[in-house]
């Protein structure tokens, strides 16, 4: 027979009545048994009087009867085939389905000292779904006038408001509140229905309990709309078989669905794995082949030293103090710190191309943030509504820039503070909040430095550019790069980082050339990595 995916497939296939391989689904999951199962002595067709089967039928479809026996076709009802010796039959004729209550919760009378178990969905989250005791308890006195709703053990309880589906079995007589309906097999069924079987039937039972609920605020059904759910009556034997089968492969399905979880979360961060790994390939120098007729990067660096000592020259920036130099000599890299050469390999976090050099972020770009006194004696006194906007940490999210600005300056206390105005294409970083969150401005207006960020300004002359923005940017969301960057973050209520630490982040700088190349690389496999 040919089953559905749509109620309990499980229950079918692990019942088959022959000696061959069978898939188990539940849910998502797909686990393959064997089974064996002989012929029990009887069928259910005795046990079920007002459902005939399509091989009683001249059109070959089920039916059901009611009223004064009138036949109602069914099929559309039906949610699998079955096998010959199993029946149909109505939830609501098999069980009688009592809904909880709550008692008057501000009634001392209903709860103090209460000795009667009453069941709710925290006990399913506090022990699973067997149940041997109860958080709460009610008082004979609320259940005066509910004692119908005191429900025996083994009774499989089944939520049918909000958290639809939930479901659990008492080994112990409760009460529940109104979100379960307890599921009690009548006294004529009891001899030829298991209430463990019950219970690993209505594991199936969501899908459809949903497609049935009212749409209200939340899912609702109704103990009528629960009574009318088909369920398959099936010998005894058959169904004490089926439970163990289940309970025997379940150890098993649960490994599977461990594993499955972990592959769906592989599967969702493998993009951005992806990314950071050609990342780290490129300011490796791996992703792209190293031209011989590149300018080296010595030669680049060089330039970059005549530029910044031309802007110290004019005033436009201050000379750094602690400015060092990095060198190869005898296949290993030294930093010479004023009359002071040291090597520095174990600081270096990998190899680069020989003609890359190495150097510190300081050395080659003009990194500060807005000043404590330049807030409090030029900018807090003069918020306006409009002109030049403030930058603040908030306006850099998730490598974008937020052109959302909460604040604005005059123009001229803007042009006063040049140091830290942003007037040309520069990274903006937090360095309080989310460290290595580093986004690019373009330069296309004027704005200011606020609060909690930094600007990385590279030492570029006017009409070329010796070192690429985009390179850097992409190198600081490297995995290496991201480590030399937070390395010496501040454990606080925030993470912080002193512009000194960003100044002295140590970064490999290919030849312009191939800067170029690792970008235009980077942003060919970034659209097809998007794609994923």
Not at 257 to 277: G, M, R, V, Y
């Amino acid at each position: 027979m040919v089953t559905q995916t749509v109620a309990c497939p499980l229950l079918h296939n692990l019942s088959e009545q022959t000696n061959c391989g069978q898939v188990v689904q539940i849910g998502r999951l797909r686990f393959v048994v064997k089974q064996a199962v002989c012929l029990d002595s009887y069928t259910t067709k005795h046990l079920v009087r007002d459902t005939l089967r399509p091989d009683e039928t001249a059109d070959n479809l089920p039916y059901e009867k009611v009223g004064n026996n009138e036949l109602v076709c069914i099929a559309d009802e039906v949610p699998f085939d079955i096998p010959d010796s199993w029946e149909w039959i109505r939830l609501g004729e098999l069980c009688d389905i009592i809904n909880g209550f709550t008692p008057l919760k501000t009634n001392p009378d209903f709860w103090s000292n209460g000795t009667i178990p009453w069941f709710t969905i925290d006990d399913v989250h506090s022990q699973g779904r067997r149940i041997t005791f109860t958080n709460k308890h009610i008082t004979t006195n609320a259940l005066s006038k509910n004692s119908n709703r005191l429900l025996p053990s083994n009774t499989v309880l089944l939520c049918c408001t909000a958290s639809v589906g939930e479901y659990a079995i008492t080994e112990i007589p409760l009460t529940t509140n109104q979100q379960f309906n307890g599921l009690v097999i009548k006294e004529y069924y009891k001899e030829y229905y298991s209430p463990e079987f019950l219970f690993e039937l209505v594991q199936t039972f969501k899908d459809r309990l949903i497609n049935v609920a009212g749409k209200t605020t939340f899912n609702f059904v109704s103990v009528k709309k629960l009574g009318k759910l088909l369920i398959p009556i099936l010998p005894l034997k058959e169904q004490e078989r089926i439970t163990i089968k289940i309970r025997s492969v379940m150890p098993e399905v649960k490994k599977y669905s461990a594993k499955e979880i972990e592959i769906d979360e592989l599967n969702i961060q493998f993009p951005n794995l992806l990314k950071k790994s050609i990342l780290q390939e490129a300011v490796q120098g791996k992703l792209v082949p190293q031209d011989p007729n590149d300018e080296p990067a010595s030669v680049l660096l060089e330039r970059i030293r005549a530029e910044k000592q031309a802007l110290v020259k004019a005033g436009k920036i201050k000379k750094d103090k602690h400015e060092s130099v990095i060198f190869r000599r005898d296949n290993s890299h030294y930093e010479k710190r004023g009359s002071e050469e040291v090597c520095i390999d174990e600081e270096l976090p990998f190899e680069i191309p020989r003609n890359w050099e190495w150097c510190y972020l300081g050395d080659v770009a003009f990194v500060t943030k807005l000043a404590g006194f330049e807030y409090t004696k030029y900018i807090a006194p003069n918020l306006t509504d409009t002109g030049i906007p403030l930058f603040k940490g908030k306006n850099v999210q998730k490598g974008k820039l937020v052109f959302n600005f909460e604040g604005y300056i005059p123009e001229y206390i803007s042009d006063e503070l040049s140091r830290s105005q942003i007037s040309k294409k520069c990274l903006l970083t937090p360095y309080v909040g989310t460290i290595g969150n580093i986004a690019i401005f373009d330069g296309s207006f004027k704005a200011h430095l606020g609060s909690n960020v930094g600007k990385i300004e590279l030492i570029n002359p006017v009409d070329r550019t010796y070192l690429s923005e985009e390179y850097v940017l992409n190198y600081l969301r490297s995995a290496a790069g991201y480590l030399q960057l937070t390395k010496h973050k501040k454990a606080t209520a925030q993470e912080s980082i002193s512009i000194d630490a960003i100044r002295n982040v140590i970064i490999p700088i290919p030849p312009t050339n191939e800067q170029n190349r690792i970008i235009n690389i980077l942003e060919g496999l970034e659209r097809k990595v998007h794609a994923l």
